[in-house]
């Protein structure tokens, strides 16, 4: 008897600068082995939907993807509204922190957090 392994593709994808700023806040954090990042979306906002990103630990119903070495948590239903959205992270004069290029987004509001489809 063999056992099926299930690889899954993840829904997003994250920039270089993303990568990069997500290890250095791991690490500056000590965020434990059990703990990944949590992707995913929630009622709210100037446009209905925010985006949820932080480190949390795996919960029922959570889809697990490891993408460019870091274990990523998302709620199964989360991967509708973000199919194909990349994450970056931006470090210049204007704007500093994370960004979500999501293209299944019908609007986005100024501050860049909150979208509606």
Same mark, same amino acid.
């Given at each position: 008897?063999?056992? %099926?392994?299930? %690889?899954? /593709?993840?829904?997003? /994808? $994250?920039?270089?600068?993303?990568? @990069?700023?997500?290890? @250095?806040?791991?690490?500056?954090?000590?965020?434990?082995?059990?703990?990944?990042?949590?992707?995913?979306?929630?009622?709210? #906002?100037?446009? #209905?939907?925010? !985006?949820?990103?932080?480190?949390?630990?795996?919960?029922?119903?959570?889809?697990? !993807? $490891?993408?460019? #070495?870091?274990?990523? $948590?998302?709620?199964?239903?989360? #991967?509708? !509204?973000?199919?194909?959205?990349?994450?970056?992270?931006?470090?210049?004069?204007?704007?500093?922190?994370? %960004?979500?290029?999501?293209?299944?987004?019908?609007? %986005?509001?100024?501050?860049? /957090?909150?979208?509606?489809?």
């Amino acid at each position: 008897m063999s056992a %099926t392994v299930e %690889t899954l /593709t993840a829904p997003v /994808t $994250f920039t270089e600068g993303a990568v @990069k700023e997500l290890y @250095k806040l791991r690490e500056q954090q000590e965020i434990a082995d059990d703990f990944g990042l949590r992707v995913g979306v929630e009622g709210g #906002g100037c446009s #209905g939907m925010n !985006y949820v990103l932080g480190f949390d630990q795996k919960k029922d119903g959570d889809q697990e !993807y $490891f993408i460019e #070495g870091i274990k990523v $948590f998302m709620h199964k239903a989360h #991967g509708l !509204y973000l199919a194909g959205m990349q994450i970056d992270f931006q470090d210049g004069l204007n704007a500093r922190g994370f %960004t979500f290029n999501n293209p299944n987004a019908a609007s %986005t509001c100024g501050c860049g /957090t909150s979208f509606s489809v």
